[in-house]
């Protein structure tokens, strides 16, 4: 093959913007009905990013299953979860444009019908998530959020008599906390168990697990109790095992590395004590942004659970009377949920850092693998994929940090010998998020032009246990933007890249961007910030419930108690600093950075003259959605760096 020679980044890529969301479809949200039937929702950017619920009949026929007009997605706590569950044929779930509940019969294809009233008695709108049927099919339990428009949102655990004519109000079962999650039943219907935690806590912080009585008859719970939640204890992740048996993921800060508390692992509660299940110096559990999905599944006497250890994801086969744990080792090192169906097969949501990501089964007696479907058509062969490598680099503090590094390639280019490509800092979301090496698209637009790629995960990042989580705990804004910085000090020691250094990232990795450009100045040419943060202040007044005191935490302190440290880490307040330009991408939907955020500081470079680009998308919250409008973002970002490197 013939290479043509031209400059790093100035290569043409090997996979356009429309060709990376042509046919594209995210699968979330897997679930497995009474019968052992397969189910996943799938979000399909070319539908204006309208969720589809999908099902795989034992003979492996997979066909849509939710009304022509629906959209199956819940705004419960804005980042949503699962919104539906089926039984005896039976779609139950949540539409997006009015949030309320339906009932959906497949066997006829009938009109859906709306199980929950448009609005609540109290006038606020209903949010409903994490749908469960009893067993005996006479009650949806659900997660249940009212949103006010005068005061704050109030969330519960609540329930519809599937018996009785719809709509109702639904029937509150849990009351009294700030927040919950997954509500689940034991097999024979007679127990109850979900998560609850308070602000000014997330629920990877400090969350408590409590279980009850189910009175099918009366539709109410009874001998409500907490199992197991202490302070600084994060729980999650509960199912009942067939015993009867309660299993959860648990971690708990305050202790070292090389101490398995510091690491979320298995346990379970039985007759009011709790039992070790794993002791791995590993993950088994992820923060709970979104609700109603599984990292592990218990088949009579062993579990299957989703582990991150060594750097990607492993299935374990766990022995519960032994304790003794066999790694499966798939091809994938991304899995994301898990789910028990028919014939002791496995359902998963598998992704890997040369291959589109895939719904896949697993075998449990024969141990092989099965693929049902795939997220997209690999538009180019996969020896042509840009992998990544895991870098470990020390920080100026006398610490470490992580992070994926990925290297330009395109079979088509080269650039000449002596010269380093063009550098792209991404900095993940949350800030308790991190770097996937799943393969991306848009990863591999950026390489096969010629730039180079670190994804770091400062400290504050998950998958690297508690105690370093906990390190972002009251420095956000100062410990991540360091470790974006020692990251690529440790590149340019190395002669890796070159001084044209450009750093994107969405929500708090948007935030990462504006504050680095304000902390380093001298070490970006260009950013990008996607529904970034430039005020906490304007952020702090106007999020959403679920972060609402997020920054107490990542803060240290709330904004009565102190406003100061609230403005000095704000980057709006820095923009004196301010040299490289910046592109900043807003949806006019977002609940959680809410466009006033974004247009402030548009605002401000506006009147400063500063060149940077705004852009606002109708439709769009918090993580576009549409096609056109991922596709638009992705062109002006490439844009914007080919007329700041390059003048083009």
């Known amino acids: 093959m013939t290479q043509e020679t031209r400059p790093y980044g100035l290569w043409d890529p090997i996979v356009t913007p429309e060709e990376i969301y042509l046919d594209t479809t995210f699968f979330f949200n897997t679930f497995a009905d009474e019968k052992g039937l397969y189910y996943w929702a799938e979000l399909r950017p070319q539908e204006n990013g309208r969720v589809v619920v999908v099902k795989c009949d034992r003979k492996g026929l997979i066909r849509d299953i939710s009304p022509l007009n629906s959209n199956v997605r819940t705004r419960l706590h804005e980042y949503g979860g699962r919104a539906f569950a089926v039984h005896n044929d039976v779609l139950y779930y949540s539409n997006f444009r009015d949030q309320r509940l ?65 709509p109702q109000e639904p029937i509150i079962l849990v009351s009294g906390s700030d927040f919950y999650a997954n509500p689940v039943l034991s097999s024979d219907g007679k127990r109850i168990a979900w998560t609850q935690w308070n602000h000014p806590h997330m629920p990877w912080d400090q969350s408590e697990l409590w279980h009850a009585q189910f009175n099918s008859m009366k539709i109410s719970i009874e001998s409500a109790k907490k199992a197991v939640g202490e302070s600084n204890t994060s729980i999650g992740f509960h199912s009942f095992g067939p015993s009867g048996r309660l299993f959860f993921i648990m ?114 007696k024969t141990q092989e693998i099965h693929h049902l479907k795939e997220g997209y058509k690999m538009p180019f062969d996969s020896e042509y994929v840009s992998k990544p490598t895991t870098i470990e680099f020390p920080t100026q503090d006398g610490e470490h940090a992580y992070a994926l590094f990925y290297e330009p390639l395109n079979p088509n280019f080269r650039s000449s010998a002596d010269s380093n490509p063009p550098l792209l800092v991404k900095v993940h979301g949350g800030p308790t998020g991190s770097a996937s090496s799943s393969l991306s698209l848009v990863n591999q637009f950026w390489t096969s032009m010629g730039y180079a790629i670190i994804d770091v995960d400062h400290r504050g990042s998950t998958g690297y246990g508690r105690k370093y ?180």
């Open 102 to 166: 339906y009932r959906h019969e497949l066997a006829n294809d009938a009109t859906p019908v709306p199980i929950t009233p448009k609005r609540c008695e109290d006038g606020s709108l209903g949010k409903y998530a994490a749908p469960t049927i009893s067993p005996d099919g006479a009650t949806l339990i659900f997660l249940f959020e009212k949103e006010f428009e005068d005061r704050e949102n109030e969330n519960y655990i609540a329930a519809i008599n599937l018996k009785k004519p719809f």
């Open 251 to 364: 971690d708990q800060a305050g202790h070292e590395t090389d101490d398995p508390k510091n690491w979320w692992n298995i346990y379970s509660y039985k007759n009011g004590a709790v039992e070790v299940i794993t002791q791995e110096l590993a993950e088994f559990g992820v923060p709970m942004w979104s609700v109603g999905n599984n990292r592990y599944v218990v088949v009579r006497d062993a579990i299957f659970a989703i582990c991150h250890k060594g750097g990607g994801d492993q299935l374990a086969h766990i022995s519960l009377k032994s304790k003794e744990i066999s790694w499966i080792r798939l091809p994938y090192d991304s899995l994301w949920m898990i789910q028990k169906g028919h014939d002791d097969s496995l359902l998963l949501l598998a992704e890997g850092p040369d291959r589109p990501p895939a719904i896949i089964t697993f075998s449990i």
């Open 469 to 648: 989580r906990d390190k972002i705990l009251g420095q956000w804004g100062i410990i991540d933007a360091m470790d974006v910085r020692d990251g690529i000090d440790y590149l340019l020691k190395h002669d890796k890249v070159s001084q044209k250094i450009a750093i994107r990232g969405g929500s708090a990795g948007g935030y990462a961007v504006q504050r680095c450009l304000t902390m380093f100045p001298d070490l970006f040419q260009a950013g990008a910030s996607y529904f970034g943060i430039g005020n906490l202040v304007t952020l702090a007044k106007l999020t959403h419930k679920f972060e609402s005191r997020y920054l107490d935490s990542l803060l240290g302190a709330s904004l009565e108690e102190d406003e100061g440290v609230y403005r000095e880490r704000s980057p709006i307040n820095h923009l004196e600093n301010l040299r490289a330009p910046m592109i900043l991408f807003q949806g006019l939907e977002d609940k959680v950075v809410t466009p006033e955020v974004s247009q402030e500081i548009a605002k401000l470079l506006d009147e400063r003259g500063i060149k940077h680009e705004y852009k606002e998308y109708e439709g769009e919250g918090h993580g576009f959605i549409r096609k056109e409008n991922n596709i638009d973002a992705l062109k002006r970002e490439s844009q914007f760096y080919r007329e700041v490197f390059f003048n083009i």
